[in-house]
């Protein structure tokens, strides 16, 4: 099969590598899927361009896609044969070889079936960011009739949070940086958006929510964004954060936390507990399937310009997920 590997991290153009490489059998509890579609995600291009040291001596990145089954290793039942399915975690924890590739054979706890109504392209939208955005919303119980804040509501994340809100029966504020992000955490559902560059979040959010807060906040930037959180989420409220770029290693006021008894929870999809993970998966094909759904494809590549994908990934101006198609 053809595929895209790399032996040592750096430059996108510099390290990663297209050619043939022996296309893997499903081994047992496993599928063998035809790759339609990688979505590329900044986690993706982080490991490939390092520093930190590789896990594995030769890594095809690329951890989503979508695809259609081919083949069943030993204990899988036929009958998957032949389905359009969508999947994560393709390169993590335990796999050296991910989606950038003509073929995949991944634990059919990975998979999830696609709706034909839903293109490959969209399918390999999913996986991580979906995924992340479900287990953030839900970490901390049920979003229907509460109020939910989403920072970053125009993100990869932070769209499929705001959309999978709205979906649960929440009411959703989202913080955008610009007009134009906020016009797409609108069509994603956002009852009430706040441009952070024009307006204090904090000030805005109070006036939305009479002076209550938020139930609960799902967040981009933890370090960045604790002084405004703690000023925006009521007493037994909570807050997942599945980044904090903005301060590494942030002071955490203690007794403001106990304070307001408030709940915060770190999201990382790998290791999150398989029941979450395959709620999330079951709970994301539902709703694509209703059709009342923005899958956002940045972008479309051949696998033999991953590194043109992954180098729009690092640009930073990419609105939706960056796919490449074998």
Partial sequence: MKAIWYDRTGPAREVLE????????????????????SGVNPSDAGMRAGPAAMAYPRITPNSDGAGVVEAVGPGVAATWVGKRVWFYNGQRNGRAFGS???????????????????????????????????????VAGPVQGRTVLVTGGAGAV???????????????????????????????GADHVIDYRQ????????????????HHVVDVDFGGNIATTLQVVRVNGSVAFYATKGAREPVVPAGALMGLNLGVHG???PISPPEARKRA??????????GERILSVA????????AGAHELVEAGSKVGTVVVEP
């Fill in 158 to 188: 932070g769209h499929y949070a705001v959309q999978l809100a709205k979906w649960a029966g929440a009411t959703v504020i989202a913080t955008v940086s610009s007009e134009e992000k906020a016009d797409r955490a609108r069509a994603g």
């Fill in 100 to 138: 950038a590739a003509e073929y995949i054979e991944l634990d059919t706890d990975l998979l999830m079936e696609l709706p034909d109504s839903v293109s490959f392209a969209e399918g390999a939208t999913l996986g991580i960011p979906c995924m992340t955005a479900h287990r953030s919303l839900f």
């Fill in 18 to 37: 297209h050619g043939d490489r022996p296309t893997p059998d499903p081994g047992h509890g496993q599928a063998l899927i035809r790759v339609k579609a």
């Fill in 281 to 290: 998966q079951q709970d994301i094909t539902r709703w694509i399937g209703t």
């Fill in 267 to 269: 999201v990382y999809l």
């Fill in 199 to 214: 307006e204090k979040v904090a000030r805005r959010v109070r006036e939305l929510t009479g002076g209550e807060g938020v």
């Fill in 299 to 306: 972008g479309r590549f051949p696998l033999e310009d991953c």
